[in-house]
């Protein structure tokens, strides 16, 4: 079956680094997203991936394995603001997506 | 920007109710989706169409149905609401090229049925 595993929640210290990981089991592959959803808002797109490697975007990045079915997302320099919940997502070969249930993100001053 | 609306944030529905979740994006998107949330689970996908006129089932159809006569607007329907249905439902859309666009979600619906 199609799979996605990914932390239920993380506290970190602002200022601090986080690592999000997320790994994956589908049927085919056409790329990983991350999202970022503040509480009562809507998901946001932050990254994709489709080729292994790092991908950097300021304070964020993702990186992929695709031969691990791993991902993770890389969030620098924590800001109170980057307290939200990261969705991990897979494209399977149907171009379907397939959710992670999320990780709660918790910043502590 | 593209925009995606869904027209209430709360709902509160009594059970056996017809309720109506409408949404609105601007972007002149083929794709639209509607998803519910819950906590612990994964974004669940109920419908989705790729055009006007047109609709597939995602992975929990049951209870549920849609409508999209225009390009812009994908309804969500309950035909008759039950407890179970509570939830958040969020609507998205994207292009449908490139196949791997990232979807643009409104703020969502917190759907409450007692």
């Known amino acids: 079956g199609q799979n996605i595993d990914q932390p239920t929640e993380m506290t970190a210290t602002e200022g601090a680094i986080v690592q999000i990981n997320c790994t994956y089991q589908?049927?085919?592959?056409?790329?990983l997203f991350w999202y970022q959803q503040h509480a009562g808002e809507a998901p946001t797109f932050l990254s994709y991936n489709v080729l292994d490697g790092l991908e950097e975007k300021g304070r964020f990045s993702s990186f992929l394995s695709r031969s691990k079915g791993y991902s993770y997302l890389l969030l620098k320099e924590l800001q109170m603001k980057d307290s939200a919940s990261y969705l991990c997502a897979c494209m399977d070969s149907n171009y379907q997506l397939i959710w992670g249930a999320g990780t709660k993100l918790i910043i502590k001053p | 920007d593209v925009k995606v609306t869904q027209s209430s944030r709360y709902l509160v529905k009594r059970t056996g109710e017809k309720v109506f979740l409408e949404c609105v994006q601007d972007?002149?998107?083929?794709?639209m989706f509607w998803y519910r949330q819950d906590p612990g689970l994964g974004l669940r996908l109920i419908y989705f169409?790729?055009?006007?006129?047109?609709?597939e089932k995602g992975d929990i159809p049951e209870g549920y149905s849609v409508s999209r006569e225009k390009k812009e607007r994908f309804s969500l329907i309950l035909e008759s609401a039950s407890t179970n249905q509570t939830s958040m439902y969020l609507c998205a859309s994207s292009p449908i090229v490139p196949e791997n666009s990232p979807l643009h979600f409104g703020n969502g619906t917190r759907l409450t049925v007692t």
């Open positions: 169409s790729y055009d006007v006129k047109m609709k």
């Open positions: 972007m002149d998107h083929e794709n």
């Open positions: 589908t049927s085919g592959f056409n790329g």
